[in-house]
C-alpha cells in the first residue's frame, strides 16, 4: 500500500541552524510528494513539491528532491528562523482514485533564539 | 483568486449532540473537496472525499456523514458525537486537473 515515514519529532534547533527533516515513502508507480507546513493554531500551506524523479521543489529556503532510487524527499533549509516553528507534514499523491494525499504523522519543529 | 472557507473555528459539543461543519470554496468551479480529520498529536487522517454535486466517497467507517448540496459546499455532519470525534477537521480543495490541495483554516472540535 501507500505509506509515508516521517522522522519523529519534536526537533528543536537554534536560529541559523541547519534543518532536515527526513521522509520516506512506500508507493505503488511514481507519485507526487509534497511537504505541507502548519503553523499553531492553522490550517495547512502547500510548502513545496515534487512530481517525479530528481525534481527539487522549493519555497522560502526550504528544499527537497525526489529521490526515486531511495523513495524519499528529505526537506532541507540551511538557516532557520525562529518563524520557521510549526508542524511539517510530508505527503504522496496516490496515482489511483481521487488523486488522495497520504500523509506522514507530522514533525514538530521548534526554533529556538 | 480562490479562498476556501470553514465555520465555525472552534466548537465544543456535549456527547449525543448533532454537528455540522461548514466548507465553502470561491472561486473556482468543480473542485475535488475533501475532509480530514487530525487528532491531537496525530497526522491527518482522510475521511470523506467529492468529485461532484451529490457524490460523496468515504474513507474509513465512523460515526461521521458528509454531503455536497452545491458545487463548492462541503458538510460534515454528525447525529450523535462521541468523544472520539474531538480533533482538528480540515476541509481541503483541488482542481481535478491539478495535484495539489489548498487546505482551509480548520475548525477545532473538542467533545465533552
Known amino acids: 500500500g501507500n505509506s509515508v515515514t516521517q522522522m519523529e519529532g519534536p526537533v528543536t534547533l537554534s536560529e541559523e541552524a541547519f534543518l532536515t527533516i527526513n521522509c520516506t515513502y512506500t508507493a505503488t508507480g511514481y507519485p507526487s510528494l509534497f511537504w505541507y507546513v502548519q503553523y499553531p493554531g492553522e490550517g495547512l500551506q502547500l510548502l513545496l513539491k515534487?512530481?517525479?524523479?530528481?525534481d527539487k521543489g522549493s519555497n522560502k529556503g526550504f528544499e527537497a528532491t525526489y529521490r526515486k532510487e531511495t523513495t524519499s524527499f528529505h526537506l532541507e533549509k540551511g538557516s532557520v528562523q525562529v518563524s520557521d516553528s510549526a508542524v511539517y507534514f510530508c505527503a504522496l499523491r496516490r496515482i489511483q482514485g481521487a488523486q488522495k494525499l497520504v500523509f506522514g504523522q507530522g514533525t514538530r519543529l521548534t526554533i529556538n533564539p | 483568486s480562490q479562498t476556501i472557507h470553514q465555520w465555525p473555528a472552534t466548537l465544543v459539543q456535549p456527547v449525543g449532540s448533532p454537528l455540522s461543519l461548514e466548507c465553502t470554496v470561491e472561486?473556482?468551479?468543480?473542485?475535488?473537496l475533501y475532509w480530514y480529520r487530525q487528532a491531537a498529536g496525530r497526522g491527518l487522517q482522510l475521511l470523506f472525499y467529492s468529485v461532484g454535486i451529490g457524490q460523496i466517497s468515504s474513507e474509513v467507517p465512523q460515526n461521521l456523514s458528509a454531503s455536497r448540496p452545491q458545487d463548492r459546499q462541503f458538510i460534515l455532519s454528525s447525529k450523535k458525537l462521541l468523544l472520539s470525534d474531538s480533533g482538528f477537521y480540515l476541509c481541503a480543495w483541488r482542481l481535478p486537473a491539478s495535484d495539489t490541495q489548498y487546505f482551509g483554516p480548520g475548525t477545532r472540535l473538542t467533545v465533552l
Open positions: 472561486g473556482t468551479s468543480n473542485p475535488n
Open positions: 515534487a512530481t517525479k524523479a530528481d
